[in-house]
């Protein structure tokens, strides 16, 4: 079935430690999103990717790296992670960067940092 | 910069009955506007967008969204509500100018009460 998978589906993970949240799509999309959705706050860019090889910052990067070795892949790594960045995470891709191509989304992670 | 406001957080209608959820944005130009269903536990769908022309659009599962320039609004409507409708609703905002930043509204969750 195409889509995106994300892995985990939840983790609850100590404070300090490093944590790489696996996106994989199999659209062959060109670009790739990493959110964060916190209550009251909607979702919140990360990181993105418009094509293999090449990374962007977001909105609230800070605390999270990507890399996009390849077109399907797209994982989101937390160096050392702090309770603020508990949060639901959604990976998304698209056909093309930029605001105007509909992003398909994952189910998500649920991450717990304690 | 872009900004989306939902005023409603909460929005309760009885099944069969008519719903309209409010979006509000603030952007230098017309933007490209779209409107995503999340329902629990799963990643966002997207039911419309907007790019230009004509500004009521259709979209999936019996959604429509009016786009008027002159209230900065984006409003989605569906004339007839059904039990499965219930979700959180997200409107989002791209720039037109370029870049990958779509803005999302912090949501509307919706009940439908049989």
């Known amino acids: 079935i195409a889509g995106i998978t994300q892995a985990p589906t939840s983790q609850i993970l100590a404070a300090g430690r490093r944590m790489t949240l696996r996106c994989t799509q199999d659209?062959?999309?060109?670009?790739m999103y990493w959110y964060r959705q916190d209550l009251g706050l909607g979702l919140r860019l990360i990181h993105y990717s418009n094509t293999a090889g090449t990374t962007g910052k977001g909105e609230v990067p800070d605390g999270y790296s990507v890399s996009r070795a390849n077109t399907d892949d797209f994982p989101l790594t937390l160096a050392s992670a702090v309770p603020s960045q508990t949060s639901v995470y959604f990976c998304?891709?698209?056909?093309?960067?930029?605001?105007?191509?509909?992003?398909?989304f994952g189910p998500g992670t649920r991450l717990t940092v304690l | 910069a872009q900004s989306v406001t939902q005023p409603d957080i909460h929005i309760t209608v009885s099944e069969g009955a008519s719903l309209e959820l409010r979006c509000n944005y603030s952007?230098?130009?017309?933007?490209?506007l779209f409107w995503y269903v999340q329902s629990p536990g799963q990643g966002l769908q997207l039911l419309l967008k907007y790019f230009s022309g004509d500004t009521l659009v259709q979209g999936i599962k019996g959604f429509e969204a009016e786009f008027k320039r002159s209230q900065s609004s984006f409003n989605l409507r569906k004339p007839s509500v059904h039990w499965s409708d219930a979700a959180e609703y997200f409107c989002?905002?791209?720039?037109?100018?370029?870049?990958?930043?779509?803005?999302f509204g912090t949501g509307t969750q919706l009940k439908v009460e049989l």
């Open positions: 952007y230098g130009a017309t933007p490209y």
């Open positions: 659209m062959r999309h060109n670009a």
């Open positions: 989002a905002v791209g720039a037109t100018g370029g870049g990958n930043k779509l803005t």
């Open positions: 998304a891709s698209s056909p093309q960067g930029g605001t105007r191509n509909e992003q398909f």
